[in-house]
């Protein structure tokens, strides 16, 4: 049984997963009756639409966006759930819950940032094979060191005692879950010589990796063509010269800043 019959309208690029796919997975998860707007015909004339002309202000600045079913309009990804996640029970109740939810998905809003400059470190305006050489330099430091420094911090929240019964970051199923359930699919996808090799310092992430992943809601959409294929137009790529090997030092040797 969905456990709410309210209908929102979620706004994204059509063709890829990117930041509209963590609303997608809270949506999901939760059963909620959703349409994902840009997706039919003229889609993305909508979204255009909506972006420059909402009834009331402010307008959100880029896609997701979500219309709930009140009628208003919230952007910024982290924000959206924030919002909906009480009303999906996708939170544990009370402020402090949201609040320590909010911190972690911006957290994890910032290694997303991470791994879309990896492929795009100069410009979004320019191609990948514009910034070919500069990404190579930006991937070295995101596969080496960042995210082994996030996934470690993940990890270890995962490990704190409260969470431990679980495998849930909060102590229970949250929207955070799904959104880290996410992330970690699309590094794999992205880095995956850089993902076997950390497999061994990350056991409780991989774990809630797998328990979202079976969620009968989940493994649904998953199988479903309602979500749309890892591709090179995302923000998680597989450039396999980006997912570099460990030991190819810089000339010189030693470690550089
Ligand atoms: N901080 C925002 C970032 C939104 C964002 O960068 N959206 C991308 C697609 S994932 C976009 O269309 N950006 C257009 C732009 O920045 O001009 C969020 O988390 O929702």
Do not use: C
Request: charged content about 25%; cysteine-free.
């Amino acid at each position: 049984m969905p456990r709410t019959n309210k209908r929102y309208e979620l706004f994204y690029w059509p063709e890829i997963q990117g930041r509209g796919e963590f609303i997608r997975l809270a949506l999901e998860d939760a059963g909620a009756s959703y349409v994902d707007a840009a997706r039919g015909p003229e889609g993305t004339r909508k979204l255009l639409a909506l972006l420059r002309s909402a009834s009331k202000p402010p307008l959100p600045f880029a896609p997701p966006f979500l219309r709930f079913p009140d009628g208003s309009l919230v952007g910024q990804t982290a924000a959206i759930l924030h919002r909906l996640a009480p009303e999906l029970k996708l939170v544990p109740a009370g402020d402090a819950s949201r609040i320590q939810a909010l911190q972690l998905q911006l957290t994890l809003a910032d290694l997303v940032g991470e791994a879309h400059d990896a492929h795009h470190p100069v410009g979004m305006d320019l191609y990948y094979e514009d910034q070919k050489s500069e990404a190579a330099r930006r991937a070295r430091s995101f596969v080496l060191q960042r995210i082994p420094k996030f996934l470690g911090y993940f990890e270890a929240e995962l490990d704190r005692a409260r969470a431990r019964k679980r495998g849930a970051l909060l102590g229970q199923h949250s929207y955070v879950d799904l959104s880290l359930f996410q992330v970690l699919e699309g590094l794999h996808y992205a880095f995956p010589n850089a993902m076997a090799r950390l497999a061994r310092r990350i056991p409780r992430l991989l774990a809630l990796r797998e328990r979202v992943r079976a969620r009968p809601r989940i493994a649904a959409y998953l199988h479903s063509p309602r979500r749309i294929a890892f591709n090179e137009q995302g923000i998680f790529r597989h450039y396999p010269e980006l997912d570099m090997e460990p030991r190819r030092k810089a000339r010189g040797g030693g470690s550089r800043r």
